[in-house]
């Protein structure tokens, strides 16, 4: 069975930091695209940034570029996020999603399992 279970989200000021991350099991992790999607109330799900596990490959939104960092730990087969200088538009439900056809990029059809997701809250 595949799982993708997050962790790390809380509730953090107006340039703050936190790391998320998304353990994988049930399936090959370094044949998966694993990517980390947010949605905020009365938004429409947004592709944050995503990685190929097995050649390290990322890619970032503009509206996180420079902010955030992901990263795979095979051994562990676990992803994570490392969310800095944080503001409120950052505030939303984060998923972890894992693309069975090795799909590289943000767009959410492409993505066969989620997560659960874990809140991410930012004020002042």
């Known amino acids: 069975e595949v799982q993708l279970v997050e962790s790390g989200g809380g509730s953090v000021q107006i340039g703050g930091s936190l790391r998320l991350s998304c353990a994988a099991s049930g399936f090959p992790f370094g044949d998966y695209g694993i990517g980390w999607f947010r949605q905020a109330p009365g938004k429409e799900r947004e592709g944050v940034s995503c990685i190929m596990s097995s050649d390290g490959r990322t890619f970032y939104s503009d509206s996180v570029k420079g902010r955030f960092t992901i990263s795979s730990d095979n051994a562990k087969s676990t992803v994570y996020l490392q969310m800095n200088n944080l503001n409120p538009e950052d505030t939303a439900v984060y998923y972890c999603?894992?693309?069975?056809?090795?799909?590289?990029?943000?767009?959410?059809?492409?993505?066969?399992?989620w997560g659960q997701g874990t809140q991410v809250t930012v004020s002042a």
């Open positions: 999603a894992a693309s069975s056809v090795a799909y590289f990029g943000l767009n959410d059809y492409a993505y066969d399992y």
